[in-house]
């Protein structure tokens, strides 16, 4: 970081100066001294327009923004960095960053619109299933089973995200029987049993099952003496 210091005393003027700043910020980025990383980003972006490196610059001032719990400044920040980079392939990445951090903080209003925004305007990015996962959660607690239970089969479906993929596949199941559906709920309970034989979350997953096709049993003990065996 000293170094980056000296090139922008010694060199106002050079052209080193752009990668000089840049190199800085994002050095105080991994120092995790985000308030000086959010300031020496905007010089960047403010005395550099239009730089090729300035869509990571946003992304950088984004990132240490939400770090410091400012997510509406880093909302400003991404419309600012859509508008002066439309193509920019960290958009996505940018507004999940806030977005997650909402729903983290329990502010599942916002959480809800950023989230859904992901979707419809980055339906393919790679943070989807992230997005989906947070929209699944935010239903759930909505008590809205159904829609979350869409959102949660999306979430299920990646192959990025192993964690959110088990996590939304869990909580599909918690939806179907908050539903009642004991039969849909068994049968996902049992698909995920084989996935998670290694995992920390098998014991829940077979509690699920359990209670599943006990509650199976009194509406269904057809269903139920066929599932118990398998």
Do not use: C
């Amino acid at each position: 970081m000293a170094a980056y210091k000296k090139i922008l005393e010694a060199y106002p003027d050079s052209d080193k100066v752009a990668a000089a700043r840049y190199g800085m910020a994002w050095s105080q980025m991994s120092a995790r001294d985000y308030e000086a990383a959010a300031k020496s980003f905007e010089d960047f972006i403010r005395f550099h327009p239009g730089h090729p490196f300035g869509d990571s610059a946003y992304f950088g001032e984004i990132k240490s923004l939400v770090a410091l719990g400012r997510e509406g400044e880093a909302y400003r920040t991404f419309e600012w960095m859509k508008g002066a980079y439309p193509k920019s392939q960290l958009l996505d990445d940018a507004l999940i960053q806030i977005a997650w951090n909402r729903f983290a903080k329990r502010e599942y209003g916002d959480a809800e619109a950023l989230a859904s925004r992901l979707l419809e305007e980055y339906p393919g990015s790679d943070f989807a299933p992230v997005a989906s996962f947070a929209l699944g959660e935010i239903y759930y607690r909505k008590g809205e089973y159904s829609k979350a239970m869409v959102f949660y089969g999306s979430a299920e479906a990646t192959r990025r995200y192993l964690s959110v993929a088990l996590d939304a596949g869990l909580r599909k199941g918690e939806a179907s029987f908050a539903l009642k559906d004991y039969a849909a709920a068994a049968d996902q309970f049992r698909a995920l049993l084989g996935r998670v034989s290694n995992s920390e979350k098998h014991d829940e997953v077979s509690f699920w099952l359990g209670e599943s096709l006990y509650y199976l049993a009194s509406s269904d003990p057809g269903y139920y003496t066929i599932a118990a065996r398998a």
